[in-house]
Structure formats: structure tokens, C-alpha cells
């Protein structure tokens, strides 16, 4: 992640030569510096104007952290096979997030 988004900030240096390289580093690591703050926000969000937290709640919380944890330390994915499956297996997310939802 890190090291993708500082090639596209070495990437645009030269589309804006008179640009300090910090500030384009900067700007290309803003979302990923401001993102688990925004996180955290709307989960404070949905529990302070009456989400329910029950057990899925925090279990679909749990694994968007696990995921999170094994994107970011864990090996690559073995082949296009394990990524397609994985990706296909995300449509479940919304079915999940919408059974902790319903009234």
C-alpha cells in the first residue's frame, strides 16, 4: 500500500516539477493516514444513534480487521484463483452488514 501510492506521488513529480516532492508524498498518503479515523467515527456514528451491537456487529468488525491485519502482514496470495475467490466471497459483506441492520 505504502510503497504503491509513493510511486505515484514520484510518478507526478514531474507533472508538477515546481511541487515539493513532501508535498506530493503528503498528498498521496492523506487517505491512508485519515481513513481508520473515519472508520472509527462512523462506527461511533451508527452505536450513538441506535445501531444495535450485538454479537454479528462486532463479529462483522472483527473480521474487517483480521482482513485488514492479513492484507497488510500476511503472504501474498498463491495464485489468480485465491484472489477471484476471495473477491467473489465479498459479496456476502453487504448481506452481513444488512441482517445487522434490519429492525
Same mark, same amino acid.
Given at each position: 500500500?505504502?510503497?504503491?501510492? =509513493? =510511486?505515484?506521488?514520484?510518478? =507526478?513529480?514531474?507533472?508538477?516539477?515546481?511541487?515539493?516532492?513532501?508535498?506530493?508524498?503528503? @498528498?498521496?498518503?492523506?487517505?491512508?493516514?485519515?481513513?481508520?479515523?473515519?472508520?472509527?467515527?462512523?462506527?461511533?456514528?451508527?452505536?450513538?444513534?441506535?445501531?444495535?451491537?450485538?454479537?454479528?456487529?462486532?463479529?462483522?468488525?472483527?473480521?474487517?480487521?483480521?482482513?485488514?491485519?492479513?492484507?497488510?502482514?500476511?503472504?501474498?496470495?498463491?495464485?489468480?484463483?485465491?484472489?477471484?475467490?476471495? @473477491?467473489?466471497?465479498?459479496?456476502?459483506?453487504? @448481506?452481513?452488514?444488512?441482517?445487522?441492520?434490519?429492525?
Amino acid at each position: 500500500m505504502f510503497i504503491g501510492h =509513493a =510511486a505515484v506521488a514520484l510518478a =507526478a513529480k514531474p507533472l508538477a516539477p515546481r511541487a515539493n516532492l513532501g508535498v506530493a508524498l503528503a @498528498a498521496a498518503y492523506w487517505l491512508d493516514l485519515v481513513w481508520p479515523v473515519l472508520v472509527l467515527a462512523g462506527i461511533a456514528l451508527y452505536l450513538r444513534h441506535g445501531g444495535r451491537a450485538g454479537a454479528a456487529f462486532w463479529a462483522l468488525i472483527g473480521f474487517f480487521v483480521l482482513a485488514y491485519l492479513g492484507a497488510a502482514f500476511g503472504p501474498p496470495p498463491p495464485n489468480a484463483s485465491a484472489v477471484a475467490a476471495s @473477491a467473489l466471497a465479498l459479496w456476502l459483506l453487504p @448481506a452481513w452488514g444488512w441482517w445487522i441492520g434490519k429492525p
